[in-house]
């Protein structure tokens, strides 16, 4: 059996870039799989977990559902490069690889220019 991952934990390693944590007994086939059904949804790139940080925007589980969410739809409508709004945040990105370029705060979309982008969502 796998041991269960906190929300926290989710949102710590997908902003570390780390995997989830998972018992080492439990490094067999199944456990690694099962280890990235888990982690499913988004990625943040180097760049954007570095942006995150410095800017002290706020990820939290429910935003990472929101934003995989996001990628799925604009999926649905052949987007490759989204900017995704969410209260005071914004983050571009790449809908293939499902990861975020980029984050910014409010006082950086001030300037109202967003390019290499095809698509926007309003999370």
């Known amino acids: 059996m796998i041991k269960q991952i906190s929300q926290l934990q989710r949102a710590q390693a997908v902003l570390t870039g780390q995997p989830y944590p998972h018992q080492a007994d439990q490094a067999d086939f199944g456990a690694l799989l099962q280890e990235k059904l ?10 954007a977990r570095e942006r995150v940080q ?20 604009a999926q649905a409508k052949g987007a490759v490069n989204i900017l995704a709004l969410d209260r005071g945040q914004a983050f571009i990105i790449n809908v293939p690889n499902n990861r975020v370029i980029t984050a910014m705060d409010q006082t950086e979309m001030k300037e109202n220019i967003f390019t290499n982008i095809d698509g926007a969502v309003i999370l």
């Open 54 to 73: 410095a800017r002290g925007l706020e990820v939290t589980t429910t935003l990472l559902d929101r934003l995989a969410d996001s990628v799925e739809r």
């Open 38 to 47: 888990d982690r499913g949804g988004i990625e943040f790139s180097k760049h």
